[in-house]
C-alpha cells in the first residue's frame, strides 16, 4: 500500500464517531462544585502547618483535582529545607515569590529568587534550602498528588515524625540524604 493511501484511509477511521466523545462535558470531581478562592497567606482550610523552616498553607487538594494536584505555599520560609528525596510518582514544580533558594536537582545547584521556578522532574532526587537574609515565599505543586497531602499532614504538626527513610517510604518517596547545606 502507497503511503499516502494508507495515511488517507487512516485519518478517516480513527476520527469516526470520536466528535461526541471529544465535545463531551468532563464531570467535575467531587469536592470541586464550587469556586475556592484561597486568599494570599491563608490556608484552604484555615489550619496552621509548620516545618520548622517554614508555615505550609494548603492551596489546591487532590480532593478537588481527582488526584491529580496538591499545591502548597511555603510561608516564611527560613533557613534550612527537607531531605534530599526523590519521587518515583510525581513531578514537582517549585516557584519562588519571595526570598533566595538553592535548589538541586540531580547533581546540578541553581540559586533561584522571585520570579524563578524549577521542575524536580519524577524519578530525580532534589531538595531546597532557603538562604535569604529575609524569609522567603515559594508555591509547589505535586502531579499526580499521590500522598503527599498526607505527608504533610503527618509531618508539618508540633512533634511530628522526623523526616526519615521509613516515613519518606510511608508516602511513597524515597530517601537520598540530609538537607541541602550551603
Known amino acids: 500500500m502507497e503511503r499516502r493511501a494508507f495515511l488517507k484511509g487512516a485519518a478517516v477511521f480513527p476520527v469516526a464517531g470520536l466528535e461526541s466523545f471529544a465535545l463531551a462535558e468532563v464531570a467535575a470531581p467531587a469536592g470541586a462544585t464550587a469556586i475556592h478562592v ?7 482550610f484555615e489550619e496552621k502547618h509548620t516545618l520548622g523552616y517554614s508555615t505550609l498553607l494548603f492551596k489546591a487538594t487532590p480532593k478537588e483535582t ?3 494536584l496538591l499545591m502548597i505555599e511555603h510561608l516564611n520560609l527560613t533557613k534550612g529545607g527537607p531531605p534530599v528525596h526523590i519521587h518515583p510518582h510525581q513531578d514537582e ?9 538553592v535548589f538541586q536537582v540531580g547533581n546540578t545547584r541553581k540559586t533561584l529568587t522571585a520570579g ?4 524536580g522532574p519524577r524519578g530525580i532526587a532534589h531538595g ?10 515559594m508555591l509547589i505543586s505535586f502531579t499526580p498528588a499521590g500522598k503527599m497531602e498526607e505527608f504533610f499532614r503527618a509531618t508539618a504538626v508540633p512533634n511530628g515524625p522526623k523526616m526519615t527513610p521509613d516515613v519518606f517510604a ?7 540524604g540530609p538537607p541541602l547545606t550551603v
Open 66 to 68: 481527582n488526584g491529580g
Open 116 to 119: 524563578d521556578s524549577v521542575l
Open 170 to 176: 510511608r508516602y511513597d518517596m524515597k530517601y537520598v
Open 128 to 137: 531546597f534550602c532557603a538562604v535569604g537574609e529575609k524569609p522567603g515565599r
Open 38 to 44: 484561597v486568599s494570599g497567606g491563608r490556608d484552604r
Open 93 to 101: 514544580w517549585f516557584y519562588v515569590m519571595e526570598g533566595k533558594v
